[in-house]
């Protein structure tokens, strides 16, 4: 069973998403069964920032002067004989996601429920610094999103 702790520094988000934190957690209802991770307890949290605050952590963690649309830090790398495990951190930036400005609420959301399950790999360990490891990971995301994208809206 996956957790998402949801935090929200951007009132946007609200217009977009109102019960966020149900929006995130039905996602991951819907889960591919490898990723359900079933007689687990598995913890993330889930930031809904903006591409001010994102651009910040973006330079302070990983040098980076700019802001972008998702950042993922894995709290630990080896948990496959644990029960319970924090999985880390995701940020999401509103700015990003709500671009084009008229995008209408189903259209949001999907881009959302996307970048989340990218970010949601990432904490796994998934990168795409390689080629062969970009098409590994969007293989993978694309599982995920056809397991969950009916379930959205």
């Known amino acids: 069973m996956i957790k998402v702790n949801v935090l929200s520094e951007e009132k946007s988000w609200t217009k977009k998403i109102r019960e966020k934190e149900k929006f995130f957690n039905n996602i991951c209802k819907f889960f591919p069964k490898k990723f359900k991770f079933a007689n687990r307890k598995i913890y993330l949290t889930l930031l809904l920032s903006n591409n ?15 802001h972008t649309d998702v950042l993922s830090f894995p709290f630990q790398k080896n948990f496959k004989n644990l029960k319970e495990v924090y999985l880390g951190d995701i940020i999401i930036s509103f700015n990003y996601m709500n671009n084009p400005k008229n995008l209408k609420n189903n259209e949001f959301k999907k881009k959302v429920c996307k970048i989340f399950i990218h970010g949601f790999l990432h904490l796994l360990g998934f990168d795409h610094i390689k080629i062969k490891d970009y098409k590994k990971m969007l293989i993978e995301e694309r599982k995920i999103y056809n397991s969950v994208q009916k379930h959205i809206g």
């Open 52 to 66: 001010q605050t994102i651009k910040k952590l973006n330079r302070k963690f990983r040098n980076k002067n700019n």
